[in-house]
C-alpha cells in the first residue's frame, strides 16, 4: 500500500498493537500515506523487527490506563488492534486474556473519550458468532460466543458500541474472518493453521490436521484487512455498529493443507472451534467500499515463496 493518501497525511493516529501481525501492516500503510503514527505496545505478542520507524513508540500497557492516556492527546483516529488473540489461550488463561481484551479496550476507549478522539476503529472477530444456524454469517444474527475470547471480543464491541451511543463518539468494530498474511506467528500452540502448515512445510514435517480436515475458515489476507481499517476511518456510518470483514468463501483445512502440500497428520478436534464460517461481506461494501481483493489460492503462493 504506497503512495501517499491525502485523507491520511498529516493526521495524527494511534495503533494499538502497532508491532503486532495485523498492526504493524496498517501502521506501514498508514505511514506511506504521511500520517503522523503512535504505536502503542508492550511486546507481550509483537516484534520489534516489525516496528515501522516512521512511527513513534508509546511502550506501555493498554491493562494500564493512567499509562496509555497522555498518549492519545491530539490524535484523530484510534485503530485499537492490539488483543491476546486465539480461543484455544483464552481457554487456558481466561483471566489474562480478559484483561487485556476487555479491560484494555475499555482502557483505550476511555482515554479516547477523554481525549475528544475523533473516532476509534475496533478490530472485533468472527468468532463472536459462535454456533449459527445457517451460512454466510451476518451482522444481523445473535452472536452465541463459544469461548472466553469470542466473548471477550463480543464485549469490546458493545463497549465500543455504548461510547457511541453515551458519549456521542463515531466507532466502528471490524469483525476479521481468519486473518492470514506476512509476519503471522509461527510458533506456539495457538497459531492458525496456515500459519501452523507454514511452519510444518519449512521444517520439512508433517502437517497436522484438527479434527477431519473437513471445517471451514473465510480465510482474509492481511493486506485486505489493512484496508478495511482505512476506509472505516472516514466512512460515512460510524454508529459502533460490527461489520464483517471476510472474503466471502470458505476453504476447508484440508484444502489449505492440499496448496500446501506434503503429508499430513491428524490430530484431535480443538476445543471452543467454530466448525464453519463465512462472512456476508455485503456491508462492508456497502459502508466502507471494500472487497477483497487476495484470494486464498495466491495469498499462499505468496507465503510459500517468501
Same mark, same amino acid.
Given at each position: 500500500?504506497? +503512495? ?75 485503530? &485499537? ?41 475496533f478490530s472485533s472477530s468472527s468468532s463472536v458468532y459462535g454456533a449459527q444456524p445457517a451460512l454466510p454469517l451476518v451482522e444481523t444474527m445473535t452472536p452465541h460466543p463459544a469461548s ?35 509476519r503471522m506467528a509461527q510458533a506456539g500452540a495457538y497459531m492458525l493453521a496456515i500459519a501452523a502448515f507454514l511452519r510444518a512445510r519449512r521444517g520439512g514435517w508433517p502437517l497436522e490436521? &484438527? ?10 489476507h492481511v493486506s485486505d484487512v489493512v484496508r478495511a481499517n482505512l476506509l472505516a476511518a472516514d466512512s460515512e456510518v460510524s454508529d459502533g455498529r460490527p461489520i464483517n470483514v471476510g ?14 502440500? +506434503? ?8 476445543? +471452543? ?34
Amino acid at each position: 500500500m504506497s +503512495g501517499r493518501n491525502s485523507s491520511f497525511a498529516g493526521r495524527s493516529v494511534i495503533v494499538t498493537g502497532g508491532a503486532g501481525f495485523i498492526g504493524s501492516h496498517l501502521v506501514d500503510a498508514l505511514v506511506a500515506t504521511g500520517a503522523r503514527v503512535r504505536v502503542i505496545e508492550n511486546f507481550a505478542t509483537a516484534s520489534r523487527a516489525y516496528l515501522n520507524r516512521g512511527a513513534e513508540l508509546i511502550e506501555a500497557d493498554i491493562r494500564d490506563g493512567a499509562a496509555i492516556r497522555p498518549a492519545f492527546d491530539t490524535v484523530d483516529t484510534v485503530f &485499537h488492534v492490539a488483543a491476546l488473540p486465539r480461543i484455544p489461550l483464552s481457554i487456558a488463561k481466561p483471566v489474562e486474556t480478559h484483561m487485556t481484551n476487555v479491560v484494555g479496550t475499555l482502557n483505550v476507549l476511555m482515554a479516547a473519550r477523554d481525549a475528544r478522539v475523533r473516532r476509534v476503529v475496533f478490530s472485533s472477530s468472527s468468532s463472536v458468532y459462535g454456533a449459527q444456524p445457517a451460512l454466510p454469517l451476518v451482522e444481523t444474527m445473535t452472536p452465541h460466543p463459544a469461548s472466553p475470547y469470542a466473548l471477550q471480543k463480543f464485549v469490546g464491541e458493545q463497549y465500543t458500541a455504548i461510547f457511541h451511543r453515551l458519549y456521542d463518539m463515531q466507532t466502528l468494530s471490524l469483525r476479521y474472518f481468519a486473518v492470514y498474511g506476512p509476519r503471522m506467528a509461527q510458533a506456539g500452540a495457538y497459531m492458525l493453521a496456515i500459519a501452523a502448515f507454514l511452519r510444518a512445510r519449512r521444517g520439512g514435517w508433517p502437517l497436522e490436521i &484438527h479434527g477431519d480436515g473437513e471445517q471451514t475458515r473465510d480465510f482474509t489476507h492481511v493486506s485486505d484487512v489493512v484496508r478495511a481499517n482505512l476506509l472505516a476511518a472516514d466512512s460515512e456510518v460510524s454508529d459502533g455498529r460490527p461489520i464483517n470483514v471476510g472474503c466471502g468463501r470458505n476453504v476447508s483445512v484440508n484444502r489449505i493443507a492440499a496448496l500446501f502440500g +506434503g503429508p499430513t497428520l491428524r490430530r484431535d478436534p480443538r476445543q +471452543g472451534d467454530m466448525r464453519d464460517t463465512l462472512a456476508d461481506n455485503r456491508e462492508a461494501a456497502r459502508i466502507l467500499g471494500w472487497h477483497p481483493k487476495v484470494s486464498v489460492e495466491d495469498g499462499i503462493a505468496e507465503l510459500v515463496k517468501s
